[in-house]
């Protein structure tokens, strides 16, 4: 297709067109400006940033808080296929335990990469999927360390590994009296409870 003077249209995004959507950042100002790099093969560059949003960062149950400074270092480097980013992210995130429900909050480093590819050299078999594409002259490094963060969240996060938990009856911490049970009857044999009760009341005075 051509316009009216016999010259293609330029193409704006990928060739990924339905994925007119920018992958989720956090809200974090990490763009970054390559065009020192773009077509260059074998240019590098390193970057430090340190960035905060306005929401958690992260698994919603395991993030950085909003406000809070996420430590940002990569590297940048010009392949054949697009720029290949490496990096760390690291700042503290906050999480509830799963079995007392305290706070808990540790630092993290996390690692991220990713190849943001030249939308000319994204493969055949590939248009359609989910590639990365370098739009522009500008790389944002948001998503990266959003998804990073993510994933490192474990399933049920824990203040310790031996956290004994809350009761599961009446919701007291397990921690302050370890011996602490509740005797639970089934209400199917509350009436045998009762028989045996009274039997035992019966032998007694017989005595």
């Known amino acids: 297709m051509t316009d009216t003077k016999g010259r293609r249209p330029e193409r704006l995004h990928s060739k990924k067109e339905a994925q007119a959507e ?5 809200g974090l100002d990490l763009e970054i400006d390559a065009v020192d790099l773009i077509h260059k093969i074998g240019s590098q560059r390193s970057i430090t940033r340190t960035a905060s949003s306005e929401q958690p960062v992260g698994d919603p149950e395991f993030a950085v808080k909003p406000g809070d400074e996420i430590e940002v270092d990569a590297s940048l480097e010009s392949v054949d296929e697009g720029i290949y980013v490496t990096g760390t992210a690291s700042a503290d995130v906050h999480a509830e335990c799963s079995r007392c429900l305290d706070p808990i909050e ?13 939308p000319e050299k994204v493969p055949a078999e590939l248009e359609g999927e989910d590639v990365p594409v370098l739009e522009g002259d500008v790389i944002d490094l948001g998503p990266l360390v959003h ?13 310790r590994e031996d ?3 809350l009761c599961p009856q009446c919701g007291m911490r397990m921690e302050e009296d370890p011996e602490h049970e509740h005797v639970v009857y089934d209400p199917r044999f509350a009436a045998l409870a009762g028989f ?12």
């Open 22 to 26: 920018k992958p989720f950042n956090a």
């Open 106 to 118: 540790e630092h993290l480093d996390v690692r991220f990469d990713e190849l943001f590819t030249y």
């Open 147 to 159: 998804d990073a963060f993510a994933m490192a969240a474990p399933y049920q996060p824990l203040c």
């Open 163 to 165: 956290c004994p938990g």
């Open 196 to 207: 045996l009760e009274n039997d035992e009341e019966s032998e007694g005075g017989e005595e």
